[in-house]
């Protein structure tokens, strides 16, 4: 059966059960007018107006405070949260660097209050840890293709929105302690954080500062081994990070808002392991054992600013002018790889080095919402993006250029419409965004080891020099799509959306192999052009939250990330499919305090592996997550409050693709429990609370012949914490 046959009767299955939800018809009505009360209240910033979600023919979830402190608790991190509660995420590498991790097949864009946290010219895939969540209020994720926040938002948008600044006058104090523990409460598997946010309102007047220390020990497995460390990519276990967290706002008036934002987080390994290998055809995955790993410890820097003034009613409407600067250094582990080797520098094929990414940002946004005068169900948005991002990728201990410094320049106007019809029945949506970019490459060298001969012999690498040039692009991506409501409470959509982004340009640029290349006019250098249709359905009536939605996203120019026989991923342009359905059911229980939830997520993507033009090849674990079915049950009563998770990650096979890179399965359940006290809330979180003995989806999909990253899923963790606010 087809996907969008399934999808059919998941949707015509809501409409039919509308009906049996009502206990009584003046209940239904008074039940459905509460909920559309509530659902015009959340607006969602990433989606770039004031308008509610209902409003928007998107697939659209909010992660709200309550359940993203309960999943931290849980994981630890704000990507570990949305994996779990998404099943359209893939699972999560359980590593620093993020690379393969996607959402409904493509990458997402993470944001932070819509500032972009991505590296595009040369993605170090670390963009999921560049602020600590103590001090992220709430998670916005879009499904989807899209160009509402510009570049890279082609999997969707996952957007942080940072704590708000305090409501009234005087002092308010927030604190985090926190210990994590293994299941076996080795000291070497313990880690500890520390967070505080200190907050001041006088007047129009506001400020708040705060600063989080987060220590982490060794990860062990279900069978109680040590895991392997990822010494080149990056790792969050045996790992400290710390952030500084600063705003100042000033309420010009009612409406109008002035505010400046401030964060750095740092993240760096403790190099007290080094990586034993495993053995894939024992079934024996890589472990740890004590050791220091040479060079410097792989890290992740970020530093974030950002000035912002809003007017909720500037003229009759809604306006917005943000500026910001981003700076990212990614550091990455080392090892003496073939890539790396000059004979100038040393002929024995000896040579150790690691790479490093510096990113630097600077942009602005500027938009403007309003009814049409004398036409208030017309809403019409007018905006304007500008955005510079210089980008290089250095070798650390021999101070080489792996990729040169490449600034991408980013010029776009947009306009969106949403007409209101009778009287809410029919909503008619669309826009277009322009963008005209512009790549910089100056004249370069590449590494000596990519002039190399057939017979790789080190004596005969020499550079190719790579004439730069100024390749540009111009687009107009377009989005449209019609929402109908015909019974309060009752929401079907249908939409289409372009999104964009580039390959990843500096592994292409690095990757050169060939005299006389022209970048002006190099293919590989073309955007990723995705188009996104998607036909949804959501039901919010009584006790029962439920949703259906089918899309198919394709793109004549995808791009895929394929190992090299050095165990280095590069990029491979060809088109790509993919066709995907999910379903999501959450409903209250005759139990007072007891809410269940269903989620379920069906993904098929495929590709051209061979250029013949057909797309005979699925895309593998490293561009595409497993099927998936989501089971939660949420409990809150008094001052108690609790939750289990089950995750079911589905068996699947790649057609196409090595036999080896069939992928298992597993299930894992987390549990939450929390009691509210009169100094704050102890809670303690549970991952993985059966200890169950799993290989990472990566591990086993991806590079299956390397034994060095045969990695196992971390098993049961403990996590006690108190938070506290006063």
């Known amino acids: 059966m087809r996907i969008s046959q399934l999808f059919v009767y998941s949707a015509s299955a809501l409409a039919l059960a509308t009906p049996a939800i009502a206990q009584t018809a003046d209940q239904a009505n008074a039940a459905s007018q509460a909920t559309k009360e509530d659902a015009s209240d959340i607006v969602v910033t990433a989606a770039r107006t004031q308008l509610p979600v209902s409003a928007l023919p998107l697939t659209i979830d909010v992660i709200d405070a309550e359940t993203l402190d309960r999943q931290l608790v849980i994981s630890g991190s704000t990507v570990d949260a949305v994996s779990a509660l998404l099943p359209s995420f893939s699972p999560t590498r359980q590593k620093l660097s993020g690379a393969g991790e996607s959402l409904r097949g493509r990458s997402p864009l993470y944001a932070i ?107 062990v497995d279900g069978a109680g081994n040590r895991i392997g460390v990822d010494g080149t990519q990056g790792e969050i276990q045996d790992s400290d990070s710390w952030s500084v967290f600063g705003r100042i706002g000033y309420q010009l008036s009612s409406d109008a808002r002035i505010e400046l934002i401030a964060n750095h987080f740092e993240l760096e390994g403790n190099n007290n392991y080094v990586s034993v290998p495993g053995d894939r055809s024992a079934g024996r995955p890589a472990s740890s054992m004590k050791g220091e790993t040479p060079g410097d410890p792989p890290s992740n820097r970020a530093d974030m600013l950002s000035l912002s003034l809003t007017d909720s009613d500037l003229a009759g409407g809604a306006f917005t002018l943000q500026g910001f600067y981003n700076r990212t250094r990614d550091t990455f582990g080392g090892g003496t790889f073939a890539t ?51 980008t290089e990728q250095t070798l650390v201990q021999t101070g080489r250029a792996w990729v040169p410094e490449t600034e991408f320049r980013s010029y776009a106007p947009f306009a969106q419409a949403n007409l209101r019809l009778a009287d809410g029945l029919v909503r008619l949506a669309g826009g277009l965004r322009h963008e005209d970019v512009k790549l910089k490459v100056a004249d370069y060298a590449t590494l000596a080891s990519y002039g190399a001969t057939d017979t790789g012999d080190i004596s005969t690498y020499e550079p190719v020099f790579v004439g730069g040039g100024n390749p540009v692009f111009s687009k107009t991506l377009f989005n449209g799509g019609v929402i109908v409501e015909p019974i309060d409470g009752v929401r079907a959509y249908g939409s289409y959306a372009q999104g964009y982004t580039i390959a990843d340009v500096g592994r292409i640029l690095r990757g050169i192999t060939e005299e006389g290349v022209d970048i002006d006019n190099y293919l590989s250098l073309e955007p990723v052009i995705s188009n996104n249709r998607e036909l949804g359905v959501e039901v919010e009536r009584g006790p029962v939250k439920a949703n259906a939605s089918y899309f198919w996203s394709s793109s004549k120019l995808g791009s895929r990330l394929v190992l090299t026989g050095d165990g280095i991923f590069e990029v491979v342009r060809a088109p790509v499919e993919i066709e995907g359905l999910e379903l999501s059911l959450k409903t209250k229980t005759p139990v007072p305090g007891l809410d269940v939830t269903v989620a379920y997520s069906h993904l098929i993507g495929r590709t051209d592996d061979d250029g013949d033009g057909v797309l005979e090849a699925e895309l593998d674990g490293a561009n595409i997550s497993p099927d998936r079915l989501n089971l939660a049950a949420d409990y809150a009563q008094g001052r108690f409050s609790a939750r289990a998770q089950a995750r079911f990650y589905l068996s699947r096979t790649f057609e196409g693709q090595v036999p080896e890179s069939a992928f298992d399965g597993y299930t894992l359940l987390d549990a939450y429990l929390g009691y509210q006290t009169g100094f704050g809330l102890i809670s303690l979180g549970i991952q993985n609370a059966l200890d169950e003995y799993y290989l990472t989806y990566d591990s086993d999909t991806v590079r299956t012949f390397d034994n060095a990253r045969y990695f196992s899923g971390r098993g049961r963790t403990f996590t006690l914490s108190l938070q506290s606010e006063f």
């Open 340 to 390: 790396f080797q000059d004979p100038e520098i040393d002929p024995t094929g000896q040579l150790f080095d690691q790479s490093a990414n510096k990113s630097r940002k600077i942009g602005g946004k500027v938009s403007y919402e309003r009814s049409v005068p004398g036409f208030d169900d017309l809403v019409v948005t007018l905006g304007f993006d500008a955005l510079i991002d210089k």
């Open 113 to 219: 209050d819509g500032i972009p946290q991505s590296t595009p010219v040369r993605d170090g895939s670390r963009d999921g840890y560049t602020i600590d969540p103590f001090f992220i209020d709430r998670v916005e994720v879009i499904y989807g293709s899209n160009a509402l926040q510009g570049i890279g938002g082609t999997g969707g948008v996952v957007n942080q929105v940072t704590v708000p600044a305090p409501k009234a006058d005087g002092v308010t104090v927030r604190t985090l302690l926190q210990g994590t523990a293994a299941d076996d409460f080795d000291s070497e598997a313990m880690g500890g954080k520390v967070a505080a946010l200190v907050g001041w309102r006088g007047g129009a007047l506001d400020a708040s500062v705060g600063g989080a220390f987060e220590g982490r020990g060794a990860f």
